[in-house]
């Protein structure tokens, strides 16, 4: 039985290190597309600049949501650590709103910007744009998905420490997307604003 | 209606020109045979058993099966273009459209780095990483299945357009904007990004896969500078592919989104900017030389001291160096496109780190040499292999430096001179690795060697055919001659080189034939090259285990306390007395083939433009991942009483 324990120990140390290199590769993607970002910047040809689309109070409250949601997840994985079933659930539900509101708010943006006829064929720098923030966008996707998938688990089967520890692995997915929304909010939305 | 269900894809797209058609035929065909020869023999069984393994080692060995089919698909590549370029001169037109020309000339290249190197080293990689660490598996074996049947679809994509559609006539690197729509606007370079996608993807976690196997999984006792030189190799290797493939995965997304959805990333209109995507494709391609060309810096590490029966000479300079080229890699890509006009400074930073980056690898070098100084040396074909390599490596490196000047590569630059160097490097280097590596490893999984004399023979066709293949075309790019040439004029007198180099082509595949004989042939009379488990006298633990190697490698977990772990261990006589535990291993699992087989309806999808296929084949991949990575009962148990039977039946360690 100890060695059994011990088995899983390492078997959880493995995916940890293997799910912290996945998400350093990941960190490479989208340093790929933040410097090809910054390279076509300035390329709109002809068309509208940052600086004319971009408004600072709609980005704020995404932002503020998806830090919010970062805070919500940790307790998430906090309660599942000291055994809490319902209230883990809960943390989950109020972080899984919090980033569907978000994913909802940018694709609204998004359907602003297509419908004055701004979209992502208009010029350089709007397709480093839609493709930056919409792969952000599409990674917070991925998230919501595994929250469902997570919450159903825990629901069933309650928080065997597989689902413990893959939670733990959700919660840094979420904060490392919380940590590329900033970079995006400064590089994107703050400097081509400023 | 139509456009809905099939997009793109018309009958016409199956009509092809008499050799293509041909090519398509002999391909249909022989999976045909196969499913015919699988029937009669009842053997589908049995290969859906190899297919689902999570075994490293059979993952391993259908890895090479692959690549072994993509070099003869590769090499009947070569043909042509040699055949083209030593007939079409003057008057003559030669035996092949100039559109056909370019397409077989990408597809060359592509396939031979994508399938066929790539997919060596990751099978090296499987057989033999796990073993050589002391590990019973990789680290995450599912994945690792998920990577094979990835790399398995971006075969099947980039062979589909002998049957439907048209390769892209772009490159291997398909640089824009002659990729692009406006340029390209066939399906060829569509095929192109979604092989290399998909087969990428699973290139990046099988970097992932190994490197935590080396981090995760050692023998108790086996510290980092306690690892073999190998190991070393792989885990610089794979850290280069960490971070080299995201941008390839980048990029290829980002070229791919212009031509689907009328993006302007790397247009020539449109605000795009062609020559960000050239510099983003060589900050991948220039590390991919060496996730190429590491993993057989360290075979030949382990063969070296192995036949000269000595230990690594240098064995912390050896580390030192894999690490200063690691790095150095990522500091070089611009020497690909000095010509781009980045101005005289950033020329002089990239020309000058080029020149460094050889200073490790002499490092390298001459330790090889020091090792075999006074050493016992046996003269076997891993060994001759060897010796091919240094040679033909070093002549490699020289030309590369050449290059390395600025200055100078505005000559080289496009050049047949370039082509030579590179074939120089990945056949002197990689190709010679695997071959050695093959012969050496051999007896390890069948319990007997292959046949030296028919080995000898197939080096020397190799290794002549390779100088006759490519110092003409040192001296044609000299001359002036760019590559991809489908036609020069006859007074340029460049025809009679182009026939030695097609002379040359003509032996190396009289060596591929001869390698494939004396792989029949050792077979046929292998009772006379039976060896026990340790054929060449080994110094690391693969040598340890019984041969064939158990599913599970090691009965027993050593413990290392030295380098060249095995050796200490013979040396010391040390017999560990065996105690049998039962041993968990993990199940087979279909799932890979299906995630494989969604992928290849995404990668088909979004070629031929049908979205409906393509969002199946995605909604696929994720519910059957979900399957998998909700259930908890992927393992089954070998208990000790069956370990025992297999350890006392094969006489393991």
Known sequence: MATDMKRVGQESSTKTLGFWIYIMTDCVLFATLFATYAVLHGNTFGGPSSRQLFDLPYVFIETFLLLTSSFTIGMAVLSARAGY?????????????????????????????????????RSGFLSAFFTLVGTHGAHISVGLLWMIVMMIRIAKGGLKSMDVGRLALLGLFWHFLDIIWICIFTIVYLMGVL | MMDFLLGGLTPSAFVHDPLMAGAGYAMVGALVLAAVGLTYFKRW???????????????????????????????????????QQATSVGNSQGILSSDHFQQIFSAHGTIMIFFVAMGIIFGVLNLIVPQQIGARDVAFPFMNSVSFWLFAVGMLLINAPLVVGEFAATGWLAYPPLSELQYSPGVG?????????????GSLMSGINFFVTIIKKRAPGMTLMKMPVFIWS?????????????ILTGTLGMLSLDRLMGMHFFTSGGGGNPMMYINLIWAWGHPEVYILVLPAFGIFSEIVPVFSGKKLFGYTSMVVALIAITILSFTVWLHHFFTMGAGADVNTFFGIMTMVIAIPTGVKVFNWIFTMYRGRIRFTTPMLWFMGFVTTFTIGGMTGVLMSVPAADFQFHNSLFLVAHFHNMIIGGVVFGAFAAFTYWFPKFTGFTLNERLGRYAFWLWLVGFLLAFIPLYILGFMGATRRLDHYDASLGWQGLFIVAGIGALLICAGVAMQLLQVTVSIIKRKENMVGTDPWNGRTLEWATATPPPEYNFAT??????????WEMKKNKVVSEPTYESISIPKNSGLGVIIGLFALLVGFGLIWHIFWLALVGLVGVIIVLIIRLTSDDNDEVISAHEVRMIETAGGGA
């Not at chain 1, 602003?112 to 992502?120: F, I, M, T």
């Not at chain 2, 792989?234 to 995201?246: E, G, H, I, N, R």
């Not at chain 2, 977990?557 to 095995?566: E, H, K, M, N």
Request: proline share 2%.
């Open chain 2, 234 to 246: 792989v885990l610089c290797s794979m850290s280069l592919v960490m971070f080299a493939f995201p």
């Open chain 1, 85 to 121: 079933k319902s209230r883990t659930i809960g943390w989950l539900v109020v972080t899984f709103i919090l980033g569907l509101s978000f994913v909802t708010m940018e694709l609204t943006e998004f359907a602003h910007l297509v419908a004055d006829g701004n979209s992502w064929q």
């Open chain 2, 189 to 201: 370079v569509d095929y192109w990004i979604w092989s290399l996608q998909i087969a990428g993807i």
């Open chain 2, 45 to 83: 069984k049995w290969l859906w058993k190899w297919m689902t393994s999570l075994d490293p080692k059979k993952i391993g060995v259908m890895y090479i099966v692959v690549a072994v089919i993509m070099l003869l698909r590769g090499l009947a590549d070569v043909l042509l273009i040699r055949t």
């Open chain 2, 557 to 566: 977990i050593l413990v290392v306390s030295t380098r060249d772990a095995f």
